[in-house]
């Protein structure tokens, strides 16, 4: 794959393009991280700004019925600190994170959404569902490479094989076979037909008592 690309940002609408183009022409887009602050129609909108808007829209101590910290009110925080991370702003980054922490948030859980988030934007770069590809196909070579790319790139490798590992699962759902496939499989009382086709059910999701239902 050829890795020259250039960076394009901007705001469009409800979506911030920032993404790479590739010779193919493919352009990755992504959610504004910002939207949730209620700025998203400020085409000047930066993270420092962000947060300083939500302070004032939103209570930091804000507690659900059961005592436990508002998860949406963290989301919008969350947001603006993994969107000042992708500029390099430091500083509001550091400002957020202290701010959650202040309010009752976990470190963990800080660290957590900052890795679900860049997660969640991996897995919009193809080359993600290539080595989830390469791992279905048991070509780990082709996964080793990716991942040494992105590592290379500035992405930690645990969170990479997260993304793939998740790409993964979704690639195993969609090409999750049929449950008559299964029965039909299971009639004959050959297990050599009938197993690899509850293996790609496991694979799917689907648990042992589900794939006995079928056949009960």
Known sequence: MNSARYQLEGTIGHFTVKGHIWQSGVIECRPNPLRGAGIIDDPEADPAKAFELAKEKYDIHKRDANGSVNAAVSSVFYDIAYAAKEKGDKATYD?????????????????????????????????????????????????????????????????????????VNELHKVNAPAPEEFIEAYKTGNRSKWYPIYNRLKLAGWSHNDIIALIK
Do not use: C, P, W
């Open 95 to 167: 400002s957020v994170k202290r701010y959650l922490l202040n309010g009752g948030r976990k470190a963990s859980a800080f660290e957590n959404a900052m890795q679900n988030r860049e997660i969640k934007i991996l897995k919009e770069d193809e080359r993600i569902t290539e080595a989830a590809q390469a791992e279905v196909e048991k070509k780990f070579n082709v996964r080793y490479q990716i991942i040494q790319a992105l590592v290379r790139e500035g992405h930690k490798k645990e969170t990479v094989e997260k993304a793939i590992s998740q790409q």
